[in-house]
């Protein structure tokens, strides 16, 4: 299971995930305690990943977006005088996509 959430509500989920299953943080911010967790339910968790942009990556993603190859998942869109609803949104933790705010 890969969780592109703060580390803090993957082991707060740790119930969900089944024995010997992979937790993959980006960030880490685990303890002691979440690994010894970890550990009892068998889980292998990669807490350290270093994610490097590329600019060559970067140009295929972006051709890709206006192609319509990939199309990003927005889940709301908000006014800039809307900022503060925008970051409750996301602290709902049940956002599925992108939240925007525009400009």
């Given at each position: 299971?890969?969780?592109?959430?703060?580390a803090?509500?993957?082991?707060?989920?740790?119930?969900?995930?089944?024995?010997?299953?992979?937790?993959v943080?980006?960030?880490?911010?685990?303890?002691s305690?979440?690994?010894?967790?970890?550990?009892?339910?068998?889980?292998?968790a990669?807490y350290?990943?270093?994610?490097?942009?590329?600019?060559?990556d970067?140009?295929?993603?972006a051709?890709?977006?206006?192609?319509?190859?990939?199309?990003p998942?927005?889940?709301?869109?908000?006014?800039?005088?809307?900022?503060?609803?925008?970051?409750?949104?996301?602290?709902?933790?049940?956002?599925?996509?992108k939240?925007?705010?525009?400009?």
């Amino acid at each position: 299971m890969f969780w592109k959430l703060l580390a803090v509500k993957i082991f707060r989920n740790l119930f969900r995930f089944k024995p010997y299953g992979t937790i993959v943080a980006l960030p880490s911010g685990h303890t002691s305690e979440d690994e010894r967790l970890a550990h009892e339910k068998n889980l292998h968790a990669c807490y350290f990943m270093s994610v490097y942009s590329s600019g060559r990556d970067m140009q295929k993603i972006a051709s890709l977006l206006e192609k319509g190859i990939i199309k990003p998942h927005i889940s709301h869109v908000f006014a800039f005088n809307e900022i503060a609803k925008a970051h409750d949104q996301i602290e709902t933790g049940r956002t599925i996509g992108k939240v925007v705010v525009e400009l």
